[in-house]
């Protein structure tokens, strides 16, 4: 069994809502397993230990909730943040990726970024600190937390119910989760030159090449 497995056995139902909200809602959730850890309880509920409706259900619930709450935060005071200095718990350098990653992409943003560790915390929050429409932000708030929480449970469900023992590949599904889930920050980060050219020269710099 994989401690992410055990982790999330432990903390129940209700410690999934919390962490999920956490993680789209509160400035602490960057560091959180938000990815992994619906797939995993989506497939626990395959085995019997949750059901699968309250739990889907139940994350989306939370997802949007905590979207709303990061949004209304980020209109009040937002613009505050960017001032703040860095901390154990926050990073402005990701702040600033996730406004320019929303100013790139606009409300579509808000959608790919459910699937982006950190940005996924900080783009509400800059929808609201930027004052977007907020009819607009609510229709795709829904939307990116249906695919991201229905859809990321519902996958670990039809596994774990599909493939026979299963639980064996657990642990590299959930890695492959994670790559996928930093992939379209790096396709964001190669596209944009400046960033590639300040990452591979981070590489040349940790590898002694000139």
Same mark, same amino acid.
């Given at each position: 069994?994989?401690?992410?497995?055990?982790?999330?056995?432990?903390?129940?139902?209700?410690?999934?809502?919390? /962490?999920? +909200?956490?993680?789209?809602?509160?400035?602490?959730?960057?560091?959180?397993?938000?990815?992994?850890?619906?797939?995993?309880?989506?497939?626990?509920?395959?085995?019997?230990? +949750?059901?699968? *409706?309250?739990?889907?259900?139940?994350?989306?619930?939370?997802?949007?909730?905590?979207?709303?709450?990061?949004?209304?935060?980020?209109? !009040? @005071?937002? %613009?505050?943040?960017?001032? #703040?200095?860095?901390?154990?718990?926050? %990073? =402005?350098?990701?702040?600033?990726?996730?406004?320019? +990653?929303?100013? #790139?992409?606009?409300?579509?943003?808000? /959608?790919?970024?459910?699937?982006?560790?950190? @940005? !996924?915390?900080?783009?509400?929050?800059?929808?609201?600190?930027?004052?977007?429409?907020? #009819?607009?932000?609510?229709?795709?708030?829904?939307?990116?937390?249906?695919? *991201?929480?229905?859809?990321?449970?519902?996958?670990?469900? *039809?596994?774990?119910?599909?493939?026979?023992?299963?639980? =064996?590949?657990?642990?590299?599904?959930?890695?492959? /989760?994670?790559?996928?889930? @930093?992939?379209?920050?790096? /396709?964001? @980060? *190669? %596209?944009? #030159?400046?960033? =590639?050219?300040?990452?591979?020269?981070?590489? !040349? !710099?940790?590898?002694? =090449?000139?």
């Amino acid at each position: 069994m994989s401690d992410l497995e055990q982790f999330t056995r432990t903390i129940g139902l209700f410690g999934v809502f919390g /962490i999920v +909200f956490a993680e789209t809602g509160l400035l602490i959730g960057f560091f959180l397993p938000g990815d992994s850890l619906l797939f995993t309880a989506g497939f626990l509920a395959s085995q019997g230990v +949750f059901d699968i *409706w309250p739990l889907s259900l139940g994350c989306f619930a939370a997802c949007v909730i905590g979207n709303i709450a990061a949004y209304a935060f980020g209109a !009040r @005071v937002g %613009r505050k943040l960017f001032e #703040r200095p860095d901390s154990r718990f926050f %990073r =402005r350098e990701t702040l600033v990726k996730a406004h320019e +990653f929303y100013e #790139r992409h606009g409300a579509r943003a808000l /959608i790919l970024a459910r699937f982006i560790p950190g @940005v !996924r915390v900080f783009a509400p929050i800059v929808a609201g600190t930027s004052l977007m429409d907020y #009819r607009k932000f609510t229709i795709v708030n829904v939307l990116g937390g249906a695919l *991201w929480a229905i859809g990321l449970t519902w996958a670990g469900y *039809w596994l774990g119910k599909t493939i026979p023992n299963v639980d =064996r590949y657990l642990l590299p599904i959930v890695a492959l /989760i994670l790559v996928l889930s @930093v992939l379209p920050a790096v /396709i964001h @980060v *190669w %596209r944009d #030159r400046q960033q =590639r050219e300040a990452v591979l020269g981070a590489f !040349r !710099r940790l590898f002694g =090449r000139p």
